[in-house]
């Protein structure tokens, strides 16, 4: 499966963004999905996940009530709806895939990763 993040930008603090993730193959309905993203000099860090059923698996505390992940089977569509950013949000982020689910906050156990998006939030 080819993931491809969009819809970053530049924001003001408070403001918020809806992050989608295009994914292509017929196998996106069955897989795990998982926002994380990248701050400048720091590692990549785990935001969100949810199940191929698309019930929330799992919300990192920095985001927790901030951020909603969802998913839209029909479309292939893998979303990440951030409130009330900070900027300690500035980040690129990225979307994951497992082809079965195994413990969604670490990065080495998804399968798929696509190209990030860019969030820029100005205080």
């Known amino acids: 499966v080819q993931l491809q993040a969009f819809g970053g930008g530049l924001v003001q603090a408070g403001g918020s963004l809806r992050l989608s993730c295009a994914a292509s193959g017929r196998a996106f309905s069955s897989y795990a999905m998982g926002w994380f993203r990248q701050a400048p000099e720091k590692a990549r860090e785990f935001v969100a996940a949810?199940?191929?059923?698309?019930?929330?698996?799992n919300v990192a505390d920095s985001v927790k009530g901030r951020a909603t992940i969802s998913r839209d089977t029909a479309k292939n569509i893998l979303y990440l709806q951030m409130n009330n950013l900070k900027p300690e949000d500035t980040a690129v982020y990225y979307c994951?895939?497992?082809?079965?689910?195994?413990?969604?906050?670490?990065?080495?156990?998804?399968?798929?990763w696509g190209e990030g998006t860019e969030v820029t939030v100005s205080s």
């Open positions: 994951n895939a497992q082809i079965r689910r195994r413990a969604p906050i670490k990065l080495k156990t998804y399968d798929f």
């Open positions: 949810i199940t191929w059923k698309g019930g929330v698996d």
